[in-house]
């Protein structure tokens, strides 16, 4: 997936509640704002909001559980990509929120055990292939692997990393590991090789969501409470937005062709913000099944009418607009004042709009239809997954140094992220903060996504859009799903032999 700019979490039922009733006189946030109260509501794939909601950093009733340990100055060596460097080093604190607990987290933890963390990082393709040639050769120069989730999929099924069960006090089912990622990035109930833990802060910073200009959206008769209560009231949907954006058009630079350089209700890059629109359509590619297999689940009844209404939205509506070669339109366009909405990732929005001259705030990306339930969003492709490479010597070392990173990261990083550092810079106002609440709720992980490797339907939408016909998809499924299929059984016997099934 192209990256556009650089870059979900277990509570218990007593921590989400504190969490939601310090917003629920904005609204009722339970199963993305649908019904009312305040109890973890069980949703359609059989999750809980609590599984996404972070925790607050003052909240550290749960302990690691780790022995005592002292590791005389030991070295514990993490390899990432470069552009998500920063979210796992730290020179020292610098007054920014989220460095600071980063530099904080390392050295209680360098301390704790005796340890140094050191930090490795490079284009994530060669990376991958870092990773791949040291395990061939037995090597054991990296303890831990933050690796791009669309690239380190061919690293699990080629046998290149670790089982995560394997890996000695690593327990999963703590709050700091992302249960929705258990259990959809599994293999039988026996295997992870790729898991969403708090130490990857990119799984939190790369969610998609839809950014609005609050004085352009009056301009037009309505006002951002309009907004928030159409999320609320569960009628945020696709036809609700194509009818929003239908009238936002003005032709700027007076030369009657629809361009950038004119303005309209909706804009967005054929990339990943649009793919994104199949997940938050609650159509996944993948599901995995009561036996812990995933199953290809993405052709639905309503699969052609989402693809219609996604694509109606930039190339039917007047109000709609994408450029198919500039994968960074979105974020250029709404800058200059020439968007009254985009999509895009929690990152972004920090980093390139906080200067921006209108106050903005930020929704989920809509549902379907208003039968569906929740608001669903995804991480880009672009976050980390943690794994660990088949060759390290002490997998007891990596575990206990994982699982304190991660828990450190649980109490005093993410919280510093989500409530401090994107609340404050994002939000200024209540209503604005809790829809961020409802985005990460509905943060969601998908086997056929993760593993797509290209060949699948991961892409489907920016393949899509690069034809003739961008709502072909009968046509599209039809021609790959052979392939698909395939390339899935052949994955999974992989998977059997890794596993000895």
Request: charged share 25%.
């Amino acid at each position: 997936m192209a990256r556009l700019t650089k870059g979900c979490l277990k509570m218990k039922t007593k921590r989400i509640l504190a969490l939601l009733l310090a917003i629920a006189s904005a609204a009722s946030i339970t199963a993305c704002g649908q019904d009312g109260g305040t109890k973890d509501t069980e949703k359609s794939d059989g999750t809980t909001v609590s599984d996404f909601v972070s925790e607050e950093a003052s909240d550290t009733e749960i302990s690691d559980g780790l022995p005592e340990k002292n590791y005389n100055g030991r070295t514990f060596t993490v390899a990432t990509d470069d552009y998500m460097e920063s979210d796992y080093v730290s020179e020292g604190e610098t007054g920014d929120i989220v460095n600071d607990a980063i530099y904080r987290r390392n050295s209680a933890i360098e301390d704790r055990f005796g340890v140094k963390i050191e930090v490795v990082s490079d284009n994530y393709e060669n990376m991958k292939s870092r990773i791949n040639q040291m395990v061939q050769a037995g090597d054991d120069g990296f303890d831990l692997a933050a690796q791009h989730a669309c690239t380190a999929g061919t690293l699990a099924i080629n046998g290149v990393l670790m089982n995560w069960y394997d890996v000695p006090y690593v327990d999963l089912d703590k709050p700091w590991w992302s249960q929705n990622a258990n259990r959809e990035l599994s293999y039988k109930n026996k295997a992870i090789y790729l898991a969403a833990g708090d130490y990857a802060l990119s799984i939190t910073s790369c969610m998609y969501g839809f950014f609005f200009d609050k004085v352009a959206i009056e301009d037009y008769g309505m006002t951002p409470d309009d907004l928030y209560s159409l999320v609320r009231e569960g009628k945020w949907t696709l036809d609700t937005v194509a009818d929003i954006i239908k009238p936002v058009y003005k032709d700027l630079n007076g030369n009657n062709e629809r361009d950038e350089e004119d303005y309209f209700g909706l804009v967005s890059s054929t990339r990943s913000p649009l793919n994104t629109f199949m997940w938050s359509c609650d159509n996944p590619i993948m599901k995995v099944d009561s036996d812990g297999v995933p199953q290809l689940v993405y052709y639905q009844d309503k699969t052609p009418s989402v693809v219609e209404k996604v694509m109606g939205l930039f190339y039917d509506n007047d109000g709609g607009y994408t450029d198919k070669d500039n994968f960074n339109i979105q974020t250029e366009m709404f800058i200059l004042g020439h968007a009254m909405m985009v999509p895009g990732t929690f990152d972004g929005a920090m980093a390139d709009f906080r200067d921006y001259k209108n106050p903005f705030g930020i929704l989920p990306y809509p549902k379907y239809d208003e039968a569906q339930t929740n608001y669903y969003t995804m991480s880009d492709g672009s976050h980390a997954l943690l794994a660990v490479p088949a060759s390290i010597s002490d997998p007891e070392f990596t575990g206990i140094i994982t699982e304190a990173l991660c828990a450190e990261s649980w109490k005093n990083v993410v919280p510093k992220y989500y409530e401090t550092a994107l609340k404050v810079k994002l939000a200024d106002d209540t209503d604005t903060s809790e829809m961020i609440d409802i985005i990460k709720n509905g943060c969601v992980f998908d086997y056929g996504y993760i593993y797509d490797n290209g060949i699948g339907f991961g892409f489907t939408l920016q393949n899509l859009a690069m034809t003739r016909n961008p709502t072909d998809i009968a046509s599209f499924y039809a021609k790959r799903e052979k392939k698909v299929l395939a390339a899935n059984e052949e994955m999974f016997a992989k998977l059997d032999a890794l596993i000895g099934d």
